[in-house]
C-alpha cells in the first residue's frame, strides 16, 4: 500500500515540483494531499489520513513552524514523520524544526535527495 | 561586506539557483544597467525582515519564462499558462532571496521571508528614484534577460 503524503507549500509551483520529484522516486505512493499554509494543512489532517508531511516554512496565515508545534499539541498529529522542504538558510530555525523532529531539505533540491530523505525517515529516522 | 562583494554574491547565488531549479544557464553580464524601455518584462518582488529589512526585486525578460516554467514543472512549454509562469518566477526568486540572505548575514541570522508579489513598472522606477539598491546584477540567458535590485530598508 502506498503512503498518503501532504504536501503544504504557499507556491502550487513548489507543490507540484515536490509531485514530480516523488513520481520519480520510485517510492510507493497513495494519495497526495496539498495545502497553501499551516492552518489549511491541520484541517486536511483532521479529514485524511496522512503518513508523510512535506512541508515549507515560510508561509501566510501559519508557517511551518507554528504548524509543528500545534500538530504536537494533538496526539492525534504528533507522531507523523515531517521533512521540511525550504529555503530557510537560518541554522538557529533549522536546529529548532530538527528538535521537533522533522528532518531538512534545502531548495533547490533533486528528487534523489527527496527520495533519500524520505526513506531514512520512514527507515531509521536519521538524515542521510 | 563591499559593493563590489555584494554584487558578486548576488550574481552567484543567481546564477547557482537558476542552474539548480530550472538547468537554466546564465552569463554575468554587468552591475550598470537601468531598467529597460521594453514592455516584455515580467516585475516580482519579495521583502524580507531579519537583522536588516529590504526587498529583492527580479525584472525577468517574458520570452525566459516559457522555459523556465516548463522545467520547473516538468511539462511542454504549449502547456503553461500566464498565471504558472508568474507562479514559477516568483518562486524562483523566493528561493533566490532564501538563499542569498544567510550568505550575506551569515547563518545564524533569523530572516521572515514575505510572499513573493508582482510589481509594476512604473513602482520599481519610483523605488529606484528614492532608494539605492545594495547591490544590483543582470544576467545573460539564451532568451532574455533577468535584472536584480537588492534593497535595504531604512
Known amino acids: 500500500m502506498g503512503m498518503n503524503i501532504l504536501i503544504v507549500d504557499d507556491s502550487s509551483v513548489m507543490r507540484q515540483m515536490i509531485i514530480k520529484a516523488l513520481n520519480m522516486s520510485g517510492l510507493p505512493l497513495g494519495e497526495i494531499h496539498q495545502a497553501g499554509n499551516g492552518k489549511e494543512a491541520l484541517e486536511l489532517l483532521d479529514r485524511h489520513w496522512v503518513d508523510l508531511l512535506i512541508l515549507d516554512i515560510n508561509m501566510p496565515v501559519m508557517n511551518g513552524e507554528e504548524m509543528m508545534i500545534e500538530m504536537k499539541k494533538n496526539p492525534a498529529f504528533g507522531d507523523i514523520p515531517v521533512v521540511v522542504v525550504s529555503t530557510e538558510g537560518s541554522a538557529t530555525r533549522i536546529e529548532r524544526m530538527k528538535a521537533m523532529g522533522a528532518l531538512f531539505v534545502h531548495k533547490p533540491f533533486t528528487p534523489e535527495i527527496i527520495r533519500d530523505t524520505i526513506r531514512s525517515l520512514l527507515i531509521t529516522g536519521d538524515e542521510p | ?154
Open chain 2, 1 to 154: 561586506m563591499t559593493a563590489g562583494a555584494l554584487n558578486a554574491t548576488l550574481m552567484e547565488v543567481a546564477s547557482e539557483m537558476l542552474e539548480s531549479l530550472a538547468f537554466m544557464f546564465s552569463t554575468p553580464d554587468t552591475t550598470d544597467f537601468d531598467p529597460p524601455e521594453s514592455d516584455a518584462f515580467r516585475i516580482v518582488t519579495v521583502e524580507f525582515d531579519g537583522p536588516f529589512s529590504g526587498a529583492l526585486v527580479l525584472m525577468a525578460a517574458e520570452e525566459t519564462l516559457p522555459e523556465l516554467t516548463a522545467s520547473m514543472l516538468g511539462v511542454e512549454e504549449t502547456e503553461i499558462s500566464s498565471e504558472q509562469k508568474e507562479d514559477a518566477l516568483k518562486e524562483t526568486l523566493n528561493v533566490v532571496c532564501g538563499n542569498l540572505l544567510p550568505r550575506i548575514a551569515g547563518k545564524e541570522a533569523v530572516f521572515d521571508i514575505a510572499r513573493p508579489i508582482s510589481m509594476s513598472r512604473i513602482e520599481l522606477e519610483a523605488l529606484l528614484q528614492v532608494r539605492q539598491p545594495m547591490a544590483k546584477v543582470l544576467l545573460d540567458l539564451d532568451a532574455g534577460s533577468w535584472m536584480f535590485w537588492l534593497f535595504q530598508r531604512s
